[in-house]
């Protein structure tokens, strides 16, 4: 028996191992590989400014690393590739980034610029599992969760698209996929852009947007104080079941208690959004009903114009419809604002890209 094990372990050892995306490691993890390789630990922080500050493309670049340093790194790692396959640029500054991934998965980040902000909207899956009805992305399924260096490595990509002059004030995880639904590598993300030794962005600029996953919003809140955004969409479980079939697992009333309970709603507001879908979640009843549900929270509302696409089984709400909504919101003592679409020339609505590029691909089940 002995013997078998040690053969084992001499087989492992002669295996040369694949080569990993050094963005997706913790400081801790890159310490110890620098100080296995004979090196000081604080050469770990500099190769974390290269590539968080720096974006650095190769190890070669690392110019004030040790050059056996420089070889033990190539030698283990790659830094994942982040160069957009197509960038579209909307007439109104948005541009949106199609990402092409190691094994071709193709992910999308869109630079929202809007007064005095310019906003990073993050993908945190390929395609996405929710099955959201009004929702491009929806139609693909998961493909699969996105690596932290994934995640990270669209800020890379999009540094690099922006105007002189221009910088990512503010991040939004409203791109595709359901954040919540890959909690340990968006954490693993989300560490790295808030600590000192990475990107260094203020947890305030940086909101997470949920379909309303319970248990792992709570983990969140409790992890990073980080905004949160809640996708609503519905005032009753009929409705919500159908278009948002999470509600299925975590109802109304579970989603709003577990809101009001958490750490932030003392401190921040929450922002739910809420999809205008005319004649489905648009009524004078839906909008006292969403008024009555928020009022023990601290709460603002998102009003979104629905973004069609080809075979959706939606049309948007009509401007009067969502302005009259908006109204009895504000009555009902609500912060609700609207929120135009950006980037309308060039399909900038989740999944819309994608959908765009891969018709067979992104063609609504059955
Ligand atoms: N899964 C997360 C984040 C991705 S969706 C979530 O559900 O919040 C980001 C936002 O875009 C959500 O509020 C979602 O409801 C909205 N959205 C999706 N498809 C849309 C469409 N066709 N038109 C307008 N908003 C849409």
Redo the contacts with the bound molecule.
């Keep these: 028996m002995i013997g078998v094990i040690v053969a084992d372990e001499t087989a492992a050892r002669e295996v040369p191992r694949a080569l990993s995306d050094i963005r997706d490691l913790a400081l801790g993890e890159l310490e110890q590989f620098v100080v296995e390789a004979g090196e000081r630990a604080f050469r770990a922080r500099q190769i974390m400014a290269w590539l968080w500050r720096r974006g650095a493309e190769s190890f070669a670049a690392m110019r004030d690393l040790p050059a056996p340093l420089r070889e033990r790194l190539a030698a283990r790692f790659t830094i994942g590739s982040g160069a957009p396959a197509h960038v579209a640029r909307s007439t109104d500054g948005t541009r949106k980034l199609l990402i092409r991934l190691g094994d071709a998965e193709e992910i999308e980040s869109v630079i929202i610029p809007t007064d005095g902000r310019t906003t990073l909207c993050v993908s945190s899956q390929a395609g996405?599992a929710?099955a959201?009805e009004?929702?491009?992305t929806a139609r693909m399924g998961l493909h699969r969760n996105l690596a932290p260096g994934e995640i990270l490595g669209q800020i890379i990509a999009a540094r690099r698209e922006l105007f002189a002059g221009e910088t990512l004030t503010n991040y939004v995880?409203?791109?595709m996929?359901?954040?919540l639904a890959n909690y340990e590598r968006l954490k693993r993300a989300l560490a790295t852009m808030i600590a000192p030794w990475g990107m260094g962005v203020s947890p305030r600029r940086i909101t997470v947007?949920?379909?309303g996953l319970v248990p792992a919003m709570e983990r969140l809140l409790a992890e990073f104080a980080v905004n949160l955004?809640v996708?609503l969409?519905a005032t009753t479980d009929e409705v919500r079941d159908r278009i948002a079939p999470i509600n299925r697992r975590y109802p109304l009333r579970a989603l709003i208690d577990a809101c009001a309970g958490l750490p932030i709603a003392r401190r921040r507001r929450i922002t739910f959004?809420y999809?205008m879908l005319e004649d489905v979640n648009d009524s004078s009843e839906d909008a006292r009903r969403l008024a009555r549900m928020l009022a023990p929270l601290r709460a603002k509302v998102n009003l979104?114009?629905?973004?069609?696409?080809p075979g959706?089984a939606f049309t948007p709400s009509p401007r009067a419809r969502v302005e009259a909504f908006q109204a009895i919101l504000h009555r009902g003592n609500l912060t609700a604002t609207l929120r135009e679409s950006r980037g309308r020339d060039i399909a900038a609505?989740?999944g819309q890209l994608y959908a765009e590029r891969n018709p067979a691909a992104a063609a609504p089940p059955g």
């Design positions: 996405c929710m959201c009004f929702c491009a995880f409203m791109g996929g359901e954040p947007s949920t379909v955004a996708s969409h959004e999809v979104i114009f629905f973004n069609p696409f959706a609505a989740c």
